[in-house]
């Protein structure tokens, strides 16, 4: 956007830390709000890749998975420096990573979860579902 090829370090790094503080803002704003009515045990990112940018060639996709992981990584930062635990989960896995760490299976798991959704009004979404699988992970290994 105008600036010197020499700049771009300095201009990284600068948005970098702009994220990450705003990250930590926001996560501790969010917790304010939750820790209200109930205690946070910890954090689970529910992602669609964990690939690393440097191995995709097109230069596009590249760009929304380097987004991808500035994001991903400043909000594990900003749980850990909270002192939660911080876990960060596939979608395309999360039901088998769940069946692994639960022990049970993908299918009751699949259950369970659309059975807590009967009691939500309006649509019980994909991602509202591995939210709860998610957050279902996180609430196992606290306790």
Known sequence: MGARAADAPKIERRLRGIVQRITRRSLAALLREYRRARRVGGVALVVGSTIDPATIGNDHIRAHALEGQLFRTALERAARARRLPCTTLVERALYETAAARL???????KAAVSELGSAVQGPWRADEKAATLAAWLILRSVH
């Open 103 to 109: 022990k049970r299976p993908a299918t009751a798991l």
